[in-house]
T-cell receptor
Framework: DVKVTQSSRYLVKRTGEKVFLECVQD?????MFWYRQDPGLGLRLIYF???????EKGDIPEGYSVSREKKERFSLILESASTNQTSMYLC??????????FGEGSRLTVL | EDKVVQSPLSLVVHEGDTVTLNCSYE??????LLWYKQEKKAPTFLFML??SGIEKKSGRLSSILDKKELSSILNITATQTGDSAIYLC?????????????WGLGTSLAVNP
C-alpha cells in the first residue's frame, strides 16, 4: 500500500511565524505535490516537484516555498505565516499511471 | 480557460437510493478523468477514465466517460451512510512536458438512514 505521511495533522501558529509542513513517501516515486483546500475554492496547487532538488510553481505559490533535498521528502515552507494561509494542506504523490495518493492533511490555523 | 464543473453541489438522499453525480469539463489536451472520495480526511482514489463508453465498476460504484459530451458520471447504487462524503472530479491534461490536474469543486453527498 502506498503511504504518504504528513508530519503534523493540526497546527496553530501566530502571524509572522515560520511554518514547516513535511511530507514523506515510501514508494520511491518522483512526482510530489502540495495543495491547499478551502471551502468553495476546492483544491489549488501550490508547488510540485518531479525530482530531487527540482521544484515548479503551481497556481498559487505566493507566500510559500518548498524543499526537496531527498526523493522521499517534500517540505512546504511558509516563511511568514499570515491569517489568509489558514487552510487544509494536502501533500500528494503521483503514480506512474496518473493517480494521486494523498497524505492525511495538515490543518493549519494562523492567529 | 480550462475548467471542471461538478453538479449538483450537494445532495441529500436516503439509504438505499441510487445517485448520479456529474462532471463536465473544458480542457485543451485531455488525458484522463479521475474520481476521488473525500470523507473527513484526504481524498482517496476511486476511478481513472481515459476511454469513452467503457464503464469502470467497483462494488456499488460505477463511472463512465463520454468524450463527445465532455463529461462523466459517477453512479452509486443502494447508497449507505458510509457513502456520505465529498466526491471530487479532476481532469488531467497534457501541459508541455508535464501533466496538469484541474479539479472540480466537488459534490457533497449526505446519505441519511
Amino acid at each position: 500500500d502506498v503511504k504518504v505521511t504528513q508530519s503534523s495533522r493540526y497546527l496553530v501558529k501566530r502571524t509572522g511565524e515560520k511554518v514547516f509542513l513535511e511530507c514523506v513517501q515510501d514508494m520511491d516515486h518522483e512526482n510530489m505535490f502540495w495543495y491547499r483546500q478551502d471551502p468553495g475554492l476546492g483544491l489549488r496547487l501550490i508547488y510540485f516537484s518531479y525530482d530531487v532538488k527540482m521544484k515548479e510553481k503551481g497556481d498559487i505559490p505566493e507566500g510559500y516555498s518548498v524543499s526537496r533535498e531527498k526523493k522521499e521528502r517534500f517540505s512546504l515552507i511558509l516563511e511568514s505565516a499570515s491569517t489568509n494561509q489558514t487552510s487544509m494542506y494536502l501533500c500528494a504523490l503521483g503514480s506512474d499511471t496518473g493517480e494521486l495518493f494523498f497524505g492525511e492533511g495538515s490543518r493549519l490555523t494562523v492567529l | 480557460e480550462d475548467k471542471v464543473v461538478q453538479s449538483p453541489l450537494s445532495l441529500v438522499v436516503h439509504e438505499g437510493d441510487t445517485v448520479t453525480l456529474n462532471c463536465s469539463y473544458e480542457v485543451t489536451n485531455f488525458r484522463s478523468l479521475l474520481w476521488y472520495k473525500q470523507e473527513k480526511k484526504a481524498p482517496t482514489f476511486l476511478f481513472m477514465l481515459t476511454s469513452s463508453g467503457i464503464e469502470k465498476k467497483s462494488g456499488r460504484l460505477s463511472s463512465i466517460l463520454d468524450k463527445k459530451e465532455l463529461s462523466s458520471i459517477l453512479n452509486i447504487t443502494a447508497t449507505q451512510t458510509g457513502d456520505s462524503a465529498i466526491y471530487l472530479c479532476a481532469v488531467e491534461e497534457y501541459a508541455g512536458n508535464n501533466r496538469k490536474l484541474i479539479w472540480g469543486l466537488g459534490t457533497s453527498l449526505a446519505v441519511n438512514p
